[in-house]
């Protein structure tokens, strides 16, 4: 067997040099005589390492035994996770026991599940993690914690991760005492290059930045009228010696919207703040943006801002943690989510502009050659990571995505549950596939349809509370009187002006979504406002589509434990991981029951308007 880099393999073979066309963090590996001549090439150290990850995967899921030739190359360089862990040890929306970095208000001492976390993590080829929380904590970059830090970077740093951090936009005053966070001011430059050097002093491989500024509450560059470029190349200057990034979220919104006002709507905020910055960043800045223009739905369109910065490097952020998805209690696979978005074609200047082509480059073909996605990832203290068996599957097929977004899902799936489970039984195969490929449907049917997004309760992200969202100044209300529901989120609907959010796609894509009989049912309702007794595509009125959808996802839910229980004693299933995934399908059956009759039974009371089959309104 021979593990190496190219140049390696080249300096002891020099007769017989390999001229192989990978790139970035690629590798080839080949295997002959029945997998007993292996050959494991990478274009770095990194792509020699996921080369013996790769033979591994195979080996154990026994694909080894005809001969191997097999070369490949990301799609991108970015392939990282951010974590929000606190300093304290809590996780924000970590459903999963305590950090597994931080514990009152230090680095923890004992960092094997670190080490361990990295081993998961360079196998599905996540290259940088960010350990600390968006909403930073100025603490974090104090001098006293950086060793700590630099300790966590040394864990990852054998499997080719690099660690990244979430500055403190209002550090300077925090921390040094200064009178001002101006990102102009030449105090605060200075506090910033030298807070970086000290980093990369203990760090000399430190990732980047990740910021989040002027978004909910946290301080940043608009407190002094200062734009989002000037922020981000505040941070993009200081780390540019080192060769590091800043990834700068896109995730900013006005913290407060009026109701009364029909133009109202939080899904703008971000293309309006962006507004006349594309060309204006560091080429070592990288816009993070989020799926959809709201926040982790259950089902959103593609964020429009993609199409906003075709001369600024992009970034994808998804969320493995499922926030708004069930928490971990609930089965979501969430690729066939992630792949409405990557595979939308946005068709700037009417030609193809997927979003999976915008964030790899090929669209734009920035110089920097950056881009690709980040996943928020909530791994906790429990032994299972994410609290959960099945949810696994979802950080996996992340790594394997952001590695090609034109993987199928069905065949990452696959190999996890070989991976995880084992291959003797094909049943099991063919129940977790069943399962999860209906999972993500299932939810959305039991929770919100039609994009009237996951109606979950405002504050925990968990559970039905619509008259909550509808009560609150949030800016993504349901909108639903006696005769109507929905965000017209047109410019002009026939009669009066919408929140004009349409308005900010390419010309095809706001035509389609202004068009009420142009888009597509399942966003009928985030981009109009329509009454219950419209006719959908389907043939289904709006509220018989909310009952059917409701009652049918619940029973998805309920059958999914009879699925699971059919695998009980089952040759690749020990009894500990049966009790404990039986245990959660349980609850999600039972929790979808509370989700469907909070749901219908809240429709039925806005709209007077029974359920064709009896079930709901007829006692
Ligand atoms: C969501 C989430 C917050 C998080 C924010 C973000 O709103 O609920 O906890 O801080 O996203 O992504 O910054």
Redesign the pocket.
């Known amino acids: 067997m021979i593990v190496g880099t190219i140049d390696q393999y080249n300096h002891a073979f020099p007769h017989a040099p390999l001229n192989l066309s990978f790139s970035g963090d690629g590798f080839s590996l080949r295997t002959q005589g029945n997998g007993k001549v292996v050959r494991i090439v990478g274009h770095n150290e990194r792509g020699a390492l996921y080369g013996a990850f790769e033979y591994l995967s195979r080996l154990a899921q026994g694909t080894l035994s005809s001969n191997v030739d097999y070369t490949t190359s990301p799609s991108a360089p970015i392939r990282w996770t951010n974590e929000?862990d606190n300093m304290d040890g809590s996780i924000?929306?970590g459903y999963a026991g305590n950090s597994i970095f931080f514990e009152n208000g230090a680095v923890l001492a004992n960092l094997s599940r670190v080490t361990q976390y990295a081993r998961l993590l360079a196998s599905i080829r996540v290259n940088a993690v960010v350990v600390n929380?968006?909403?930073a904590d100025p603490a974090t970059l104090e001098s006293n914690n950086i060793n700590g830090l630099g300790r966590i970077a040394d864990a990852f740093r054998p499997y080719g991760i690099q660690l990244g951090l979430s500055p403190y936009f209002a550090s300077p005053v925090n921390i040094s005492g200064l009178p001002t966070y101006d990102p102009l001011d030449s105090r605060v430059i200075a506090f910033w290059q030298n807070k970086t050097d000290e980093i990369y002093k203990r760090i000399p491989d430190m990732a980047g930045y990740l910021v989040?500024a002027s978004?909910?509450g946290q301080p940043g560059p608009l407190d002094y009228n200062r734009t989002l470029a000037q922020a981000a190349n505040l941070f993009a200057k200081a780390v540019k010696p080192y060769g590091g990034l800043v990834m700068y979220?896109g995730?900013i919104y006005d913290a407060t919207y009026d109701k009364a006002d029909w133009t109202a709507d939080r899904a703008k905020g971000a293309v309006d703040y962006f507004n006349g910055l594309d060309g204006k960043f560091d080429d070592n800045v990288v816009v993070q943006i989020?799926y959809g223009p709201v926040?982790?739905q259950v089902r959103e369109p593609a964020s429009p801002l993609f199409s906003h910065l075709p001369s600024t490097s992009m970034a994808l952020e998804v969320e493995v943690s499922q926030?708004y998805l069930g928490q971990q209690c609930h089965l979501a696979y969430l690729p066939p989510l992630w792949k409405t978005v990557t595979d939308f074609d946005l068709r700037i200047n009417g030609t193809s502009s997927r979003v999976r082509d915008i964030i790899t480059n090929k669209r734009f073909k920035h110089p920097s050659r950056l881009g690709g996605s980040a996943a928020?990832v909530n791994v906790g203290q429990n032994s299972t990571w994410l609290g959960s068996h099945l949810a696994m599957s979802n950080l996996y097929a992340y790594g394997r995505l952001a590695w090609n977004w034109e993987s199928d899902e069905t065949e990452i799936l696959q190999d996890w549950v070989r991976l995880t489970f084992g291959r003797r039984d094909p049943h099991l195969m063919n129940t977790i596939t069943q399962m999860s490929l209906a999972s993500w449907p299932a939810y959305e049917n039991y929770t919100g349809n039609l994009g009237t997004m996951t109606i979950t309760d405002i504050y925990t992200?968990f559970g039905p509370n619509p008259q909550r969202r509808e009560s609150k100044t949030s800016g993504t209300w349901l909108r639903a009187d006696e005769k109507s529901i929905g965000m017209d989120r047109t410019v002009w609907n026939g009669t009066g002006p919408g929140t004009g959010f349409a308005r900010q796609y390419p010309d095809e894509v706001y035509q389609m979504y202004e068009d009420l009989e142009n888009t597509p049912d399942n966003l009928l309702l985030w981009f109009h406002h329509v009454p219950y007794t419209r006719r959908l595509h389907s043939g289904e009125t709006v509220v018989q589509h909310f009952y059917n959808a409701h009652y049918s996802g619940a029973q998805t839910a309920a059958d999914f434990v009879r699925m699971w229980q059919s695998l009980h004693g089952s040759a690749d299933l020990d009894e500990e991981r049966y009790q404990e995934v039986l245990f959660r399908q349980v609850f999600q059956a039972g929790h979808a029951l509370v989700w469907r009759d909070a749901i219908v039974n809240w429709l039925h009371n806005v709209s007077g308007i029974p359920d064709d089959l009896g079930r709901v309104g007829h006692h």
Do not use: L, P
């Open positions: 929000w924000e929306r929380n968006v909403n989040k978004s909910e979220r995730f989020k926040d982790f926030e928020v992200h």
